[in-house]
């Protein structure tokens, strides 16, 4: 079953002139100098769900976190508040306060349309914890903001994979659903799992191994995708199952980021016959800082990026597919000398008639290099979330929703 099926919508909602509350994920980039914010991309993917719900006469107050304490990031989102006003086109208030008597009062106070944006809220220790959803939903911040509510909306699902009190806490005593940011993310991905939308190509890269190979072991044993394309150091571990020498420069490197350990799971998947592709050859740079294109049989520099040849198959196994999913830069793209193959590779994703799933913020600045953000099928907002969510592993925010439709909306969960 879709698991969009299951999930309770705006749209199962009784909210028109309600109060409601909204957890957004609005964590942005931010220059530790000048406290700026740098990307503004994940506050304009909410204004969809916020510009309805005040449409819909909604009291809304939206929460949200910023970075972790003790870190340059963890600001207040007083920032975030006026570019959320600019984006929506619609005034935003904004209080230093979360669920103290100030915000309460604030709460209180707003008219029907009217959108309030609560202080950062990992000023509450309570943010910081993962529990069970039954725990949460005792937490001070539940209890003392649930009983200004009618309902409560998650549109976060760049934090779904995250068990905290705004999360997975007031599903617990509110009636709940996904904002249209959630929605849009479970639909998109979830076509990646639908067996009658086939091909399906997934190129898989970045340096977050660990995480990539649980993907390629759940689409695996799925048998969800037709080819698997390997990149970054994804595809080093799998040419390192296959026997091939990567020199010692390399073998150095993907011991200290702790992928050796992962041979004989990538081997394993070899050996069951697994649609996996690796590079024909890579960018490389000597030992006296000379860049050259070399195959995968005679490297002899440090591997920074896919060579022409890899993109040149890659691309006509692109060409076909139905649906291309993309992770992860294809090499060091914070080095413009070998940024070439993500971008030839994203480019040809683009170019395809395929419905494309692109996650991480790499990938999405290649896009808009290449003027692509209105033909891109699906900019996926998540990180970690997105990892488990391709991973099949379930979100704890999602799966909060998920419950409290079945206790307050319908028995069973299903639509």
Do not use: W
């Amino acid at each position: 079953m879709n698991q969009i099926d299951e999930i309770p919508l705006i749209d199962d909602l009784n909210i028109d002139g309600k109060r409601v509350l909204v957890r957004l994920d609005i964590n942005s980039p931010i220059d530790p100098e000048t406290g700026r914010i740098l990307d503004d991309s994940r506050i304009r993917a909410h204004t969809p769900t916020l510009r309805e719900l005040s449409e819909r006469g909604c009291r809304i107050v939206a929460m949200s976190h910023q970075g972790r304490p003790v870190t340059d990031d963890f600001v207040s989102l007083e920032g975030h508040a006026r570019l959320l006003e600019k984006h929506l086109g619609l005034p935003v208030k904004f209080i230093d306060d979360v669920i103290g008597p100030a915000a309460r009062e604030e709460i209180k106070k707003l008219e029907p349309g009217e959108i309030l944006l609560l202080e950062n809220i990992r000023i509450v220790s309570e943010e910081t914890v993962e529990a069970l959803p039954e725990r949460h939903a005792n937490t001070f911040l539940v209890r003392k903001l649930a009983p200004l509510f009618d309902a409560y909306v998650n549109d976060a699902f760049a934090t779904a994979h995250r068990s905290q009190p705004s999360l997975v806490g007031f599903p617990m005593v509110l009636p709940s659903a996904a904002g249209r940011l959630m929605e849009k993310e479970v639909r998109a991905l979830s076509r990646a799992f639908n067996p009658e939308e086939t091909p399906k190509v997934f190129v898989l890269g970045g340096g977050k191994v660990h995480d990539t190979i649980r993907i390629i072991e759940y689409i695996v044993k799925k048998r969800v995708a037709e080819r698997i394309l390997t990149t970054g150091l994804v595809a080093e571990l799998f040419l390192l199952a296959k026997g091939v020498d990567l020199g010692r420069g390399n073998m150095e490197l993907l011991e200290r980021k702790g992928v050796l350990a992962l041979i004989p799971r990538a081997r394993r998947l070899l050996l069951q016959g697994a649609p996996i592709e690796t590079p024909v050859d890579f960018r490389v740079i000597r030992k006296d800082g000379s860049i050259e294109d070399q195959p995968v049989y005679q490297v002899d520099g440090l591997i920074r990026d896919v060579g022409p040849n890899t993109v040149k198959i890659y691309r006509e196994m692109m060409r076909e597919a139905n649906i291309i999913v993309m992770r992860g830069p294809a090499g060091v793209m914070e080095d413009p000398r070998f940024r070439e193959g993500t971008r030839s590779l994203v480019k040809a994703a683009l170019e395809s008639s395929a419905f494309t799933i692109f996650g991480g913020g790499h990938l999405t600045a290649i896009i808009r290099e290449l003027g692509g953000l209105d033909s891109a099928g699906h900019l996926s907002t998540g990180g970690g979330a997105l990892l488990l969510f391709l991973a099949g592993e379930p979100l704890p925010a999602i799966e909060a929703l998920k419950i409290s439709a079945r206790k307050f909306l319908r028995k069973g969960g299903a639509k």
